[in-house]
């Protein structure tokens, strides 16, 4: 039975279409294309979202929340959006090159195609389960055509956009090629998170999640490609999309994300090797296998990060030395600013360990303000740099695990804590996103003003005072959520005059401020999906108009 747009319309569901609505109204003519795919991803991730409701079965979510196909389907996609509509402003005054804005309109593409991907996955998984006239299933011939037709009109759509930046017709194919590439290889992912780690993500978490790596690592080996063809082959002949002036911090960021992930695969064969051969000592005590394990750990972590990571930095840029000393000469360039921010971050952690990890051990203070902890940190972290520009291993493993786990809540589990990386994520993306040419002073702010001071704000005043709730079901507040958006407006109103003071030239207007402060506000109070990873998104999204 298919369900009518009233009842099937929650409030997640109304702010992510606003959200969506408020980018498209933005797009100037020259993105209509683009405006045209992103409408079609929404209500094809809402019609995928909605016959899913009853099919979690397919996989092994997070216990106790939605599936947030929709809003996982339509982040990452309507950000990328925003950053090329503001782009398109910076082309238009000629403040940049062709060739970023054809990036931009790449990376938009990709992070579309990964999604687009992924909901004809799920869609096909529904219909084999319809198909196998399992009960809890069901699926029409209509649900089948309105599918297609979402899906053949998204794929003209994309044609007809990647022709319009394409001199030929081989580097359409090509795109298009690129593009198939990144929605197959976010099907797989998205499969072996759900697998690996059940019970650890909705589907929409790990839809972002699966999406955003796929697009990140997409890009390294674009950047990999395009400049082992510029070695090999005459720099005329390679497309420019990936040709893009990308700074030493960018690089050694990628860098390092890259090391990290291959180290993950080679500690794993390495400790499968070592005990497939040393597998008949049973003599050895746990503890020396433990020590065992940690040299490993730390060997081929060292090498990774010292030997393969730098590898791939010094064959994408021309770095003058090793990265590692590049990164030294950097902070040491500017000791009083740079070196005292290292000093003050070391020190800042240490004493946040001792002291609040006593707290939560003793203090009867319940989890949900204890947590808030994490967001202040992050505040603390994140804004003197901004305004001046686990694994169990022995020794230390089991301590770090302690401490973390002192702080999580229900959306962590025993295989995965999240929540406070997805939080570090959340302040430290969109001040990687803002590099570059930005004309909104607070783009960077983006996740310490809506994690750091309205996520927490809601929650210590909603929870202490906190009457009115939004749902019958939900425990957020009308109180909590006032609190948040007021907050955010009034740290807004302090940091905009002190960034004029230091020479930034103001272009951020208060009524879209409002709406975008109100909206990602909105989304933390209605959304059960991991609020860390998704409204600096779209805080993001919604300040770069």
């Known amino acids: 039975m298919v369900a009518s747009p009233l009842t099937a319309m929650n409030g997640e569901r109304a702010v992510v279409f606003f959200f969506v609505f408020r980018v498209l109204s933005s797009l100037p003519l020259s993105l209509l294309p683009h405006a045209l795919s992103l409408s079609l991803l929404s209500v094809f991730s809402l019609f995928v979202e909605i016959r899913a409701?009853?099919?979690?079965?397919?996989?092994?979510?997070?216990?106790?929340?939605?599936?947030?196909?929709?809003?996982?389907?339509?982040?990452?996609?309507?950000?990328?959006?925003?950053?090329?509509i503001?782009?398109?402003?910076?082309?238009?005054?000629?403040?940049?090159?062709?060739?970023?804005?054809?990036?931009?309109?790449?990376?938009?593409?990709?992070?579309?195609?990964?999604?687009?991907?992924?909901?004809?996955?799920?869609?096909?998984?529904?219909?084999?389960?319809?198909?196998?006239?399992n009960p809890h299933f069901s699926c029409s011939v209509w649900d089948a055509k309105f599918s297609l037709s979402c899906v053949i009109l998204f794929s003209v759509v994309c044609c007809i956009s990647l022709a319009t930046?394409?001199?030929?017709?081989?580097?359409?194919?090509?795109?298009?090629?690129?593009?198939?590439?990144?929605?197959?290889a976010a099907v797989k992912l998205i499969q072996h998170l759900l697998n690996t780690f059940p019970c650890c993500a909705s589907i929409g978490e790990a839809l972002l999640l699966t999406s955003g790596l796929v697009l990140y690592f997409g890009d390294m080996l674009a950047c990999t490609i395009s400049k082992v063809c510029r070695l090999l082959v005459s720099p005329e002949l390679v497309s420019i999309r990936y040709g893009i002036k990308r700074s030493e911090i960018g690089i050694i960021i990628q860098g390092v994300l890259l090391g990290l992930l291959i180290f993950s695969a080679v500690f794993k064969f390495v400790i499968h090797l070592w005990e497939y051969f040393w597998r008949a000592d049973n003599s050895e005590s746990r503890q020396n296998k433990e020590i065992r394990r940690s040299l490993i750990f730390f060997a081929s972590l060292g090498f990774?990060?010292?030997?393969?990571?730098?590898?791939?930095?010094?064959?994408?840029?021309?770095?003058?030395?090793?990265p590692i000393?590049?990164?030294?000469?950097?902070?040491?360039?500017?000791?009083?600013?740079?070196?005292?921010?290292?000093?003050?971050?070391?020190?800042?952690?240490?004493?946040?360990?001792?002291?609040?990890?006593n707290i939560s051990k003793n203090s009867?203070?319940?989890?949900?303000?204890?947590?808030?902890?994490?967001?202040?940190?992050?505040?603390?972290?994140?804004?003197?740099?901004?305004?001046?520009?686990?694994?169990?291993?022995w020794p230390l493993g089991q301590l770090v695990h302690q401490f973390m786990s002192a702080f999580t809540d229900h959306r962590d589990s025993d295989i995965l804590i999240v929540s406070h990386?997805?939080?570090?994520?959340?302040?430290?993306?969109?001040?990687?996103?803002?590099?570059?040419?930005?004309?909104?002073?607070?783009?960077?702010?983006?996740?310490?003003?809506?994690?750091?001071?309205?996520?927490?704000?809601?929650?210590?005043?909603?929870?202490k005072y906190g009457v009115l709730r939004w749902s019958k079901t939900g425990k957020k507040t009308i109180e909590g959520t006032a609190a948040g958006i007021v907050s955010v407006l009034a740290a807004c109103s302090v940091?905009?005059?002190?960034?004029?003071?230091?020479?930034?030239?103001?272009?951020?207007?208060?009524?879209?401020?409002?709406?975008?402060?109100?909206?990602?506000?909105?989304?933390?109070?209605?959304?059960?999906?991991?609020?860390?990873?998704?409204i600096p998104l779209v805080f993001y999204s919604l300040l770069c108009l």
């Open 53 to 84: 409701d009853g099919c979690l079965s397919l996989f092994k979510t997070r216990p106790g929340a939605s599936s947030g196909i929709m809003l996982g389907a339509v982040t990452l996609p309507t950000m990328m959006l925003s950053k090329l």
């Open 86 to 133: 503001q782009l398109s402003r910076a082309f238009s005054l000629q403040q940049i090159e062709i060739g970023e804005l054809e990036h931009m309109t790449m990376q938009f593409w990709a992070a579309s195609a990964c999604c687009c991907g992924v909901l004809i996955f799920l869609s096909i998984l529904m219909w084999r389960a319809s198909y196998n006239k």
């Open 165 to 184: 930046i394409s001199h030929t017709g081989f580097n359409t194919a090509l795109k298009l090629l690129w593009l198939l590439c990144h929605g197959f």
């Open 304 to 322: 990774n990060m010292i030997v393969v990571a730098p590898s791939w930095m010094m064959i994408v840029l021309d770095f003058d030395v090793h």
């Open 325 to 357: 000393l590049w990164i030294f000469q950097f902070v040491l360039s500017e000791p009083l600013k740079r070196l005292s921010l290292c000093i003050y971050w070391l020190g800042l952690i240490y004493a946040s360990v001792l002291r609040f990890y």
């Open 364 to 393: 009867k203070i319940e989890r949900i303000l204890l947590r808030k902890y994490y967001h202040l940190l992050a505040v603390s972290m994140f804004l003197p740099a901004l305004i001046y520009q686990v694994w169990r291993i």
């Open 421 to 463: 990386f997805s939080l570090l994520l959340g302040c430290a993306l969109p001040i990687w996103m803002s590099s570059g040419f930005n004309d909104r002073p607070l783009i960077p702010f983006a996740g310490i003003l809506s994690l750091g001071i309205g996520d927490t704000m809601a929650s210590m005043v909603g929870h």
């Open 495 to 534: 940091l905009l005059p002190l960034l004029a003071s230091t020479g930034y030239i103001l272009t951020q207007h208060w009524f879209p401020l409002l709406i975008a402060v109100t909206t990602s506000g909105l989304l933390e109070a209605y959304t059960a999906q991991l609020d860390n990873a998704f």
